[in-house]
């Protein structure tokens, strides 16, 4: 079965740094890239970054390059989103995510199959 476990959310002050981790299980974790989403009070659900299988390559969102940093150890089978600058738009709760198969676009949701159960972040003004 398909796990995947997010954790670190918490509540830090704006300019504050909070470091997720995505714990996976279930399936072979370094065939796969890995996603984190987001999703805001009263808003659509939005891709942040990904990481193809190797770690070789990241995609980030626009409002998050240059602050957020996409990771992973594969030894580990977890990847991490290190956010810094953090803002209070950045305020959400952050979903990790498995696409269903290989060589999609990994920026949009439809192509992810499992979902992490999400972790809060509150970023204060």
């Known amino acids: 079965e398909v796990q995947l476990q997010a954790s670190g959310g918490g509540l830090v002050q704006a300019g504050g740094s909070l470091r997720l981790s995505c714990a996976a299980s279930g399936f072979t974790f370094d065939t796969y890239a890995i996603g984190w989403f987001r999703q805001a009070p009263g808003k659509e659900r939005e891709f942040v970054a990904a990481?193809?299988?190797?770690?070789?390559?990241?995609y980030y969102a626009e409002s998050v390059k240059g602050r957020f940093t996409i990771s992973r150890d594969n030894a580990k089978s977890t990847t991490y989103l290190q956010m810094d600058s953090l803002k209070p738009e950045d305020t959400a709760v952050y979903y990790c995510?498995?696409?269903?198969?290989?060589?999609?676009?990994?920026?949009?949701?439809?192509?992810?199959?499992?979902w992490g159960q999400g972790t809060l972040v509150t970023v204060s003004s």
């Open positions: 995510a498995k696409p269903k198969v290989y060589g999609v676009d990994l920026t949009q949701e439809a192509w992810y199959s499992y």
């Open positions: 990481v193809t299988w190797s770690g070789g390559k990241s």
